[in-house]
């Protein structure tokens, strides 16, 4: 089953390896909160990777802003957030590219995470928030707004075009982040709405601009490609590195250190007559370098 799932993973699309990525971690945190006997204790670990809900806090956890997006808080949110992931994504990826996929996923969680941050400044909550929520709504609302009249299959309800359901999670949004602030508590209900408005605003915005052609996520992508070719030649140079010292490392005698050497050199010299001869033919070797090539074929 492992190997099967390893299998999946590392065939499997950006879509499929961003949903095992979430999966595996929300596993991971359950059977991490197994060894926590208190909840406070489990809910200080993991603070650490939720976004916090100040400035402040986020300078000392820079990396949250990525991590939230990648943790839940219970199975039901999980799910949700999956099962939209799952059916917008395939749609978008049959449209645009994965990398522009990935894209949308994380700058709308960056967005989400933006717009999270800028309501503390008014309001000073200092609430963490976790989930991939509004990078899933990014997603969603980006394929929706270019694709409006795509149809998909909800059980029990029949065909609905996807307009319709973005159209119903932005009004669920808008009425929890209202209901939120009359009650003078940004997430009362344990739902960061305002989150989910900054990944669903970004992704409105992504499917305006490439119908007119544009893609927003262009200089994100050539960021994330740098980054890539950066890493692949930082871990080229080192394996280059690791090949050039053991093919030189110091022999365990003398006797093999002049063999080694007599090889190499050798080597070099047969090249340069195997050179010789398709330039110019076998008759243009002097004596002593056709005698050399047959004490060589000897060997």
């Known amino acids: 089953m492992f190997d099967e799932l390893k299998k999946k993973f590392i065939n499997g699309s950006i879509l499929i390896k961003l949903m095992f990525i979430v999966v595996v971690t929300f596993v991971a945190m359950w059977f991490i909160s197994l060894f926590f006997r208190n909840p406070e204790v489990f809910k200080s670990f993991e603070s650490w990777f939720a976004l916090p809900g100040s400035l402040k806090t986020l300078i000392y956890k820079p990396w949250t802003v990525v991590s939230y997006m990648f943790m839940h808080g219970d199975l039901w949110h999980l799910l949700m957030n999956m099962i939209l992931l799952f059916w917008f994504g395939s ?8 990398k522009q996929f990935l894209a949308v996923f994380l700058l709308g ?62 009004a669920l949004d808008i009425m929890g982040a209202v209901g939120n602030f009359n009650s003078s508590f940004a997430i009362g209900d ?45 871990f080229k140079k080192k394996e ?60």
């Open 91 to 98: 749609i978008f990826i049959k449209f645009f590219s994965e």
């Open 109 to 170: 969680g960056f967005s989400g995470a933006a717009l999270h941050l800028f309501i503390d400044l008014f309001l000073h909550l200092n609430i963490g928030i976790i989930g991939a929520s509004a990078a899933v709504m990014a997603v969603v609302f980006a394929i929706s707004i270019y694709k409006p009249d795509y149809i998909i299959n909800l059980l029990l309800i029949g065909p609905v075009k996807i307009k319709y359901i973005a159209i119903v999670a932005f």
């Open 190 to 234: 344990g739902i960061a709405h305002t989150a989910h408005l900054g990944g669903a605003f970004f992704g409105l915005w992504f499917g305006y601009e490439i119908k007119k052609n544009k893609d927003i996520t262009a200089k994100f992508n050539n960021i994330i490609n740098e980054l890539v070719s950066m890493y692949n030649s930082f």
């Open 240 to 299: 280059k590195k690791k090949n050039r010292n053991n093919r030189f490392e110091k022999p365990r005698s003398n006797n093999e250190h002049i063999e080694y050497e007599a090889e190499a050199d050798d080597n070099d010299k047969i090249n340069k007559i195997l050179d010789k001869i398709s330039k110019s033919g076998y008759d243009s070797l002097s004596k002593s370098e056709k005698e050399f090539l047959f004490k060589q074929k000897e060997k």
